[in-house]
């Protein structure tokens, strides 16, 4: 019998790192972010502490993804700050933001097609200068298609396969935070389930920043939930303690 996933999970191998005085890992402090002369992201504030799952909602064209971008440093923080461990990281590039540890699963998911499975995993190692250390086998255990995959490329793997292999590459890294941009967007119910339990797994030993736009989803796996309304935080809480009808409103297209 195949046990459980947690413990299948791959664990840390050292002790991480003490968290910062707060207790964050990721603290955003009222972030802005534009395109050009238009701001789409104003004024967030969030915090992740290690090992938590947050979760981000909003309507299309609310800012979730705009804001995944400035935390990896792909779009420039027009003001505010980003702090991971106590480290400002705010005017780092992107590199630095990966290797510092903050692991990122683009919405479409960003795999290259024409790379095998595995070109695709060894990539995710780049964060850690191309070491591996066993995560390769960790990440197999995690998601045993990938193995069975490994040699095949990458564009004829299904919607929930190549999902799996981007959180897979990302995982390569040993990210401290993992950014999902809308894991399960297009995918199949059944995979669904087991990317949530992926996800559930992870929590307690990689914290997550999860966009997701399937709201019975995001209530059952995140620890904390955050509003967005044209780019600004409009509610926020534990999901316990959200008002289920005004989420709804904040949410319906
Ligand atoms: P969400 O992820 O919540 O659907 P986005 O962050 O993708 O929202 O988009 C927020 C707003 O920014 C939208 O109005 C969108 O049209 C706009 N936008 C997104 N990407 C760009 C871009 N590259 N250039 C200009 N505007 C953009």
Redesign the pocket.
């Given at each position: 019998m195949t046990p459980p996933l947690l413990d299948r999970l791959p664990l840390p191998r050292h002790a991480p790192p003490p968290a910062p005085m707060d207790g964050a890992l990721l603290r955003i402090d009222r972030l802005s972010l534009a395109?050009?002369q238009?701001e789409?992201v104003r004024g967030v504030s969030l915090s992740v502490a290690p090992g938590q799952v947050v979760c981000v909602m909003?309507?299309?064209?609310?800012?979730?993804?705009?804001?995944m971008k400035g935390i990896i440093g792909a779009l420039r923080a027009r003001s505010g700050r980003i702090l991971f461990d106590g480290r400002d990281l705010t005017s780092r590039p992107s590199y630095a933001r990966a290797r510092a540890g903050i692991g990122y699963v683009p919405q479409g998911r960003g795999i290259f097609p024409q790379l095998s499975v595995l070109e695709n995993l060894l990539l995710g190692l780049e964060p850690r200068g191309g070491r591996d250390d066993g995560r390769l086998e960790e990440v197999f255990e995690l998601f045993p298609v990938l193995r069975q995959m490994a040699k095949r490329t990458a564009g004829v793997l299904s919607g929930g396969q190549q999902q799996q292999l981007a959180i897979g590459r990302a995982l390569m890294g040993r990210p401290r935070l993992l950014l999902l941009d809308e894991p399960t967007e297009g995918i199949q119910p059944n995979i669904v389930e087991q990317i949530e339990g992926v996800i559930a797994s992870l929590k307690g030993h990689v914290a997550v920043l999860l966009?997701e736009q399937f709201l019975d989803f995001a209530l059952a796996n995140a620890d904390y939930c955050c509003v967005?309304e044209s780019?600004a935080v409009t509610m926020e809480g534990p999901p316990a303690s959200l008002e289920a009808e005004r989420l709804r409103e904040a949410l319906a297209v």
């Open positions: 395109y050009g238009v789409v909003g309507r299309n064209g609310a800012g979730k993804t705009t804001l966009v967005l780019g």
